[in-house]
T-cell receptor
Framework: KNEVEQSPQNLTAQEGEFITINCSYSVGISALHWLQQHPGGGIVSLFMLSSGKKKHGRLIATINIQEKHSSLHITASHPRDSAVYICAVRSPWSGGGADGLTFGKGTHLIIQP | DAGVIQSPRHEVTEMGQEVTLRCKPISGHNSLFWYRQTMMRGLELLIYFNNNVPIDDSGMPEDRFSAKMPNASFSTLKIQPSEPRDSAVYFC??????????????FGPGTRLTVL
């Protein structure tokens, strides 16, 4: 089974700071996903990556397939970015959950005004 | 346009009782997913359907769990009999294209299940 590690587990920062959340995995994957879970519990799918980089507004996600590592960056962070960010990898050939999905435990981000 | 609708939002039941969770996906979406989230295990994909057909149920924890999708606008996740360790938040999600996470997924608000 793919082991997915996220760091940091908890992060508190000031509004405007540049934020980086990391995700590492142990086995080769076909895709990696970043999810955002709001304090009320709702989950939003942010990115799906298989290579390179994607950008959406102030969010940037990168992946390095050789190093088995992905990062999620938030520029000009804002209190509304406060949420749990979850990394999920898809590796159907290595077990894990349905459709070969394994989830990280999440990074709890708090942006203070 | 309404998003994914789940009911009930909260369910408290006693061990041994049958529990049925319901989900209405976004109209026009072809894939539906059931997830479970706990503090200990985090988020897990239990099962997903493409065009109402179950594709992968390898995440379903035990035979006590079953899921159905009788039509494109309705799905159920049933636990019988329920146990305290089933306490969790259960999310339903849908997407336009087939396959787990091959497309943007839209999540419902979740059902918080407590089994006493």
């Amino acid at each position: 089974k793919n082991e997915v590690e996220q760091s940091p587990q908890n992060l508190t920062a000031q509004e405007g700071e540049f934020i980086t959340i990391n995700c590492s995995y142990s086995v080769g994957i076909s895709a990696l996903h970043w999810l955002q879970q709001h304090p009320g519990g709702g989950i939003v799918s942010l990115f799906m990556l298989s290579s390179g980089k994607k950008k959406h507004g102030r969010l940037i996600a990168t992946i390095n397939i050789q190093e088995k590592h992905s990062s999620l960056h938030i520029t000009a962070s804002h209190p509304r970015d406060s949420a749990v960010y979850i990394c999920a990898v898809r590796s159907p050939w290595s077990g894990g959950g349905a459709d070969g999905l394994t989830f990280g435990k999440g990074t709890h981000l708090i942006i203070q005004p | 346009d309404a998003g994914v609708i789940q009911s009930p939002r909260h369910e408290v039941t006693e061990m041994g009782q049958e529990v049925t969770l319901r989900c209405k996906p976004i109209s026009g979406h072809n894939s539906l997913f059931w997830y479970r989230q706990t503090m200990m295990r985090g988020l897990e994909l239990l099962i997903y359907f493409n065009n109402n057909v179950p594709i992968d149920d390898s995440g379903m924890p035990e035979d006590r769990f079953s899921a159905k999708m009788p039509n494109a606008s309705f799905s159920t996740l049933k636990i019988q009999p329920s146990e305290p360790r089933d306490s969790a938040v259960y999310f339903c999600a849908s997407s336009i294209r087939a396959g787990a996470f091959t497309d943007t997924q839209y999540f419902g608000p979740g059902t918080r299940l407590t089994v006493l």
